[in-house]
């Protein structure tokens, strides 16, 4: 091909070395060939088909078709199953593939009955021509006598022998109205009454999904919205991944549900037990819980199974779906005031379990830890059982918040002590009072047998801060760490070993458990052991202990952010089903409001209470101010109480006191105990006046 060069300009000076610019000029390519015909009608064809609007109609045909067809199918299998003994063959196929020799026998037994009653059923129909006839001839005869008699009585009463007739008339003519209108109905009938039937055929398919799952509807497809049947659970169960199982299920072939016992509302989902065939082992199937609750059209968390006490029985309980995602109800603390507590009997209303049952916690002489990740509702658990306990006038707390935040304020003339702050300060008073109140548990193991103690709650709040503590006293003693020598792991050692048998409780909270953070010594004192959600499996055994991770405890499955405030609870004080080591309760929400207004309700209940921020721990004390101070606002204070809160207020210097001790204090200074009610207390008036006396010189006398 020959090159046209055009120049565009011409260089004045151009350089030497510098050959002219020049300028290729190509000729127009050709045009592209036309498209023939046939590539743009298939094209056409291809994207009218392929359109979403056409696949759908085309769905739609094939769905409505099949809808009616299976549907006669499933019509005239029922009508085979009516008249034959094929329904009892499949039971007893199923029977004996789930190796139940029993139920395989039992139905043996009815179809010899459906035998034996079908056999005198034909017999009756060699006789049966004959005594028609007969019955038809006396009928037949009987009424015509009737309508002759009825005829007389009208000719009689009319004085008209026509009326003989009449009534005999009458029945002819309506028989022959009856024979007109069937004659006018009977054509349109045979026109309208295939359409009919094919109607009610498509009907009973539609009712039963009888068309391959690409041709059913979006939401069928999907399982959005899809309530449980027994053909659900069994079709789940087939696809599980069990081979034993799906061979069984197999040779079931229709009665595969008879694996299933009746499947009943439960709470916000139902709940069904499955017996498994013969070789299949419980564990198989509770090894494949996400699996299982796919098959269901469910999440993972939607779905549990436990063991009843049935052998070889799994029970299932399935979630609504998106049910676990709406926030249960408010607390009966919040919704009745007048409710009280009972430490030694109640139980506390703590939310709801999965069923929709109240959950409800019995708190009596049980140790207590709750944990979970940060921010999933573990403090708002933790107080509302406080706030229930606080109800019960008899109960001292005694709490350390390590957060710092003001989740526990409300308690503030409520628990004798309240420490509040995340600081190695504060780390440090919440030890020495966590001692103190091992020094009071001393005190109460060294009293007279037979002597009862009120309930004495050493609560922490955000405990991992105290564990994890780098603070050492003058003794180089660390406050934190798990080690022999750390005060707070001791200390705490100390009132799980022996604090229950005198009322004094450890109740801790604490995140993100770890080995460090949550040691293993003081983890598994705890007897009521609760989790909201974790991240591994590994935490879920330090929060719950194995035995209850092998029974299916998996608050590694909650969803952090979404199951705020649901737990797992392991514990024996709370009702937890036949066969299952721990029980997942969704707590009520108490906001800071609604805890204010419940603890004032128990302040109302107490004579007062002075609650100290910090511990004193110097070394002069006044013991008459003392008494004065823990006395706060009451009127009067059993001698008993005022013995245990100035323990609380300084263990050293009123750890050991007795009776004898406060009373030889307010005897000399003319404020002695009285007996009020039949017990004996301490005038607050009295006290006061014995200040005022002595620090003005003079001297008080008793009233």
């Known amino acids: 091909m020959s090159e046209n060069v055009v120049p ?77 003994g094929s329904r009892y063959e499949r039971m007893i196929r199923a029977a004996e593939a789930a190796g139940n020799l029993e139920a395989a026998e039992e139905w043996e037994e009815r179809l010899q009955r459906f035998r034996a009653a079908r056999h005198h059923r034909r017999m009756d129909l060699l006789h049966s021509p004959v005594d028609a006839a007969k019955g038809v001839a006396v009928g037949a005869g009987m009424s015509v006598g009737l309508l002759v008699a009825l005829g007389i009585v009208m000719a009689i009463s009319t004085e008209d022998a026509g009326h003989v007739i009449t009534p005999l008339t009458a029945t002819i003519d309506f028989i022959a109205l009856l024979i007109r209108i069937v004659q006018v109905v009977w054509g349109p009938a045979l026109t309208i009454g295939p359409f009919l039937a094919l109607l009610a055929l498509w009907s009973v398919g539609r009712k039963q999904h009888a068309a391959p799952a690409w041709a059913l509807p979006a939401n069928v497809r999907t399982g959005e919205g899809e309530p449980i049947t027994p053909s659900i659970v069994v079709k789940a169960l087939r696809d599980l991944g069990v081979p034993a199982l799906a061979r069984a299920i197999k040779e079931m072939g229709d009665a595969g549900a008879s694996m299933l016992g009746p499947i009943t509302i439960a709470g916000c989902g139902v709940e069904v037990d499955v017996t498994l065939p013969s070789g299949v082992s419980t564990n198989e199937v509770q090894s494949k819980r996400r699996k299982l609750a796919e098959n269901l059209t469910r999440h993972e968390h939607e779905v549990f199974i436990t063991i009843p006490t049935a ?81 019960d006038r008899s109960v001292q707390f005694l709490m350390g918040d390590l957060k710092g935040v003001g989740d526990w304020a409300m308690f503030d003339g409520l628990a004798t002590t309240l420490i509040q702050g995340p600081t190695d300060e504060h780390v440090i008073q919440v030890t020495e009072m966590v001692e103190d109140a091992v020094d009071e548990m001393n005190r109460r193991i060294q009293a007279p047998p037979g002597t009862t103690f009120p309930p004495l709650i050493v609560l922490v709040d955000e405990a991992q801060v105290a564990f994890m503590c780098p603070a050492k006293d003058a003794d180089k003693r660390p406050y934190g760490g798990s080690k022999a020598n750390s005060r707070y792991f001791m200390a705490v050692r100390k009132i799980h070993n022996q604090g229950r048998a005198v009322n004094v409780l450890m109740w801790q909270g604490t995140q993100d458990p770890t080995n460090e953070n949550l040691p293993k010594l003081v983890r598994e004192g705890a007897h009521t052991r609760a989790s909201l959600a974790l991240g591994t499996e590994s935490q879920a055994r330090m929060a719950l202990g194995d035995k209850a991770v092998d029974g299916e405890a998996a608050p590694n499955l909650l969803r952090p952010g979404l199951d705020r405030g649901t737990l797992v609870v392991a514990s024996d004080g709370i009702t937890i089903p036949a066969g299952q080591s721990s029980i997942t309760v969704r707590t009520h929400y108490i906001d800071d409001d609604a805890a204010t207004a419940i603890t004032d309700r128990a302040k109302a209940l107490r004579d007062g209470v002075t609650t100290l921020h910090a511990i004193e721990r110097s070394e002069e004390h006044d013991p008459l101010a003392d008494i004065a101070a823990v006395i706060g606002d009451a009127p009067r204070v059993r001698t008993k109480d005022v013995l245990a809160r100035l323990a609380a207020r300084n263990a050293g210097a009123y750890g050991g006191w007795s009776f004898l001790d406060l009373k030889r204090v307010l005897d000399d200074a003319g404020a002695g105990p009285y007996k009020s009610d039949g017990v004996m207390v301490v005038a607050r008036d009295r006290v006061a006046r014995a200040l005022a006396d002595r620090d003005s010189g003079g001297s008080a006398s008793a009233e």
Not at 27 to 44: F, I, Y
Not at 46 to 54: N, P
Not at 324 to 347: C, H, N, Q
């Open 311 to 391: 052998a070889r029985t799994v029970r299932l309980w399935i979630a609504d779906s998106g049910a676990l995602d709406e926030p249960i109800g408010p607390s009966p603390l919040v919704t009745d005031d007048t409710m009280t507590a009972d430490y030694t009997k109640g139980r506390a209303p703590w939310g709801q379990d999965l069923r929709g049952d109240a959950a409800a916690l019995s708190l009596y002489q049980r140790h207590l830890l709750i944990t979970g990740l940060s921010n999933q509702g573990k403090t708002v658990a933790l107080r509302s059982l406080a706030l229930w306990l606080s109800l």
């Open 8 to 84: 565009l300009h011409k260089h004045t000076d151009p350089p030497a070395d510098t050959a002219p610019t020049v300028l290729t000029v190509v000729p127009d390519a050709p045009p592209a060939p036309p498209v023939p015909l046939w590539v743009r009608s298939g094209r056409a064809v291809k994207t009218a088909v392929t359109h979403e609007r056409a696949r759908s109609a085309g769905r739609s045909l094939v769905r409505h078709t099949l809808y009616t067809f299976n549907g006669g199918r499933i019509v005239a299998r029922r009508a085979w199953d009516g008249r034959t």
